[in-house]
């Protein structure tokens, strides 16, 4: 059932058995599955359906630097849906080694390892549709017919990680109609979960208090509260939520909202291939069932051990966008539609320096040139991506000279002083905003110029081409744009030492009785994979987990 927080009486107590704080992929995933398992839940959601600019601007907060990463109420959505109303929706799973303990990655080490998540993702697979849960590429697609680069093997550098892509869908959308008619669900929309009051002796969750804007207040009681909120907002909940814990519920050892990553990514170098073009399949693979696919370059586990470096994947990519002397009038075009693209997708277009007039009349000059491919671009996009239920991911483009840069996406080593905490600013209830701190180590840059380097020297020795990078931009190639917008991960990582940690392996609050996080802020580390399918894995190892409670004599009741 759906429900407006507008219509429930000021100063009644709300009952529940479950009570999920959050309506995107992390609260819907847990909410069906729980019901699933007759269990029934309630679901409280600040947004309504569709953004709007009085919740949105609840996300509202400061940076520390604006440099490094975008205001907080950008790149997530305070709506029924989530940020799965925007998502891009690339999935793959974790690698196994992401679990473990890399003496080299201070603080690596999950409490769980791949096994204990590896059941969930064909689930997790299906409720992000995206396709079989398949993700060697080799298994998934021939590699004679669909090889990365034709002839081009090697023991480090591997092409066989396959990434898949979801619709994307939309879980609000996708799943409204389920959560409405579903009898033991109940979700409650414009319910802004404000407080987690602590029980007197500071054990367990007593009551939620939740906040409409209209004014009203009331409290949420049930036996298990999760959190749902996404990475930044449930450092914040459990921060701001301080009348028994001073510190913020969880944060007795001061590290809530600490480990803060995301990924570093950029487009970096540029491969000339000395192959027929013919020999590089570098866009997208079509599975059976219509889903989009990708190989991607990665090193393999052996490799990163030997070098001690952390995980990363590398697409081939066009060149850089705002440098017209790529000559590809598509891109031109692009480059100055910019402005007209939303905030999360223009941004790595916008970013960097303003291009001088000589740049606008060299990006016109392309469009000149290339109008049959900008027409024909314009209709596959219409065709494929806007008007499509299934939406090609990207653009792509047919390489007209045999130049490629490599586009990265790598894990951000965990780092105590990258962090999510409040600030002096309040939002309309009156709860503190937050501050965002986010930072990269030295490590975090070395570890990607190590990686590179064994793709260039593989690349050499398997006659691919020419891989050059300019080792002194590395870094400032990397951090050009800051963060990588949407993934917020780390804020509450699980751990079996209460001191380095805010979450147990299954996910709960250190010290609550009653307490859970949904969502990446669990994650200890990043892994090169992008967070969505893993941390709807885990929302649903967590129904199971919830579900054996309720089930046990002496759980929580
Ligand atoms: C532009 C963009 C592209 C992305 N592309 C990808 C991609 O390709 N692949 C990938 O894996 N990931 C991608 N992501 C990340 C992905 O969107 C997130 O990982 C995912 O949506 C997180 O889901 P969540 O449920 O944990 O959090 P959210 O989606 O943030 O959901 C949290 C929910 O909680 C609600 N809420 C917040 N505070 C409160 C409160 N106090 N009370 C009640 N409700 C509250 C919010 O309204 C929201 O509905 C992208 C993100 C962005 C922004």
Not at 61 to 89: M, N
């Given at each position: 059932m ?14 529940a ?18 019901a ?9 959601e ?5 953004g709007?600019?009085?919740?949105q ?10 440099r490094l ?51 969930y993702?064909?689930?997790?697979n ?34 066989s ?12 959308k996708?799943?409204?109609r ?16 404000l ?23 009331f ?59 013919r020999?590089v399949r ?10 989009y ?37 598509v ?27 000589r740049?606008?009349?060299a ?5 000149a040139v ?18 499509a ?15 490629f840069?490599?586009d ?10 990258s ?130 409670l ?8």
């Amino acid at each position: 059932m759906l429900i407006d927080a507008e219509q429930w009486p000021a100063g009644l107590v709300k009952q529940a058995e479950v009570c999920v704080v959050g309506a995107g992929a992390a609260g819907i995933s847990l909410a069906l599955s729980l019901a699933t398992a007759g269990i029934s839940v309630l679901v409280l959601e600040s947004g309504g359906f569709g953004g709007d600019r009085r919740r949105q601007a609840l996300y509202r907060g400061q940076v520390a630097d604006e440099r490094l990463h975008s205001p907080p109420d950008k790149y997530r959505q305070r709506c029924f849906g989530g940020s799965t109303t925007i998502w891009g929706g690339r999935c793959m799973p974790f690698d196994p080694w992401d679990f473990e303990t890399r003496d080299w990655a201070p603080d690596s080490g999950w409490p769980i390892g791949y096994a204990d998540v590896a059941s969930y993702y064909p689930a997790a697979n299906a409720m992000v549709e995206a396709g079989a849960c398949v993700y060697d590429a080799d298994a998934a697609f021939d590699p004679s017919e669909e090889a990365l680069i034709r002839g081009f093997a090697s023991d480090s550098v591997l092409t066989s990680s396959l990434e898949r892509f979801s619709c994307p869908t939309d879980f609000g959308k996708r799943y409204r109609r389920r959560l409405a008619s579903e009898a033991n669900i109940e979700v409650m929309l414009n319910a802004n979960c404000l407080d987690i009051a602590l029980s007197t002796d500071g054990g367990s969750v007593a009551s939620l208090a939740v906040g409409v804007l209209s004014g009203k207040i009331f409290a949420v009681k049930a036996r298990y509260y999760v959190l749902g909120v996404g990475g930044i907002e449930t450092a914040r909940l459990l921060l701001a939520s301080n009348s028994v814990c001073r510190a913020g519920v969880g944060n007795d050892y001061d590290q809530v909202g600490r480990y803060y990553m995301t990924h570093l990514g950029g487009v970096i170098g540029e491969l000339t291939i000395q192959r027929p073009l013919r020999d590089v399949r570098h866009g997208y693979l079509i599975a059976a069932d219509g889903v989009y696919c990708r190989r991607r370059l990665s090193l393999s586990a052996d490799a990163q051990r030997r070098l001690g470096v952390g995980n990363m994947l590398a697409r081939l990519h066009f060149p850089p966008i705002a440098d017209p002397k790529h000559g590809l009038g598509v891109l031109s075009a692009l480059f100055l539609a910019r402005r007209l693209i939303s905030y999360e997708y223009a941004y790595r277009l916008r970013g960097g320096a303003e291009p001088g007039w000589r740049d606008y009349a060299a990006h016109a000059r392309n469009v000149a040139v290339d109008a049959l491919d900008i027409t024909q671009f314009g209709w596959h996009w219409l065709t494929r991506r806007t008007l499509a239920e299934r939406k090609y991911p990207s653009v792509v483009l047919r390489n007209k000279q045999n130049r490629f840069s490599l586009d990265v996406h790598s894990e951000q080593f965990p780092n105590p002083n990258s962090r999510i905490s409040l600030c002096g600013e309040r939002d309309e209830f009156g709860m503190p905003r937050v501050l965002v701190d986010w930072r990269y180590l030295p490590e975090d840059i070395e570890s990607v110029r190590r990686t590179l380097r064994v793709f260039a020297a593989e690349f050499a020795r398997g006659g691919v081409g020419v891989y050059r990078f300019e080792e002194d931009e590395l870094e400032a190639e990397l951090t050009r744009f800051g963060a990588y917008g949407g993934h917020h991960i780390g804020t509450a990582r699980m751990g079996d030492n209460v001191k380095k940690s805010v979450t147990d392996k299954n996910c709960r609050v250190h010290g609550q009785s009653n307490l859970y996080v949904a969502g990446s802020a669990v994650f200890p580390t990043s892994s090169q994979a992008n967070p969505t399918l893993t941390l709807v894995a885990l929302s649903l190892r967590l129904a199971a987990h919830l579900a054996e409670l309720l089930k046990t004599p002496g759980g929580l009741r």
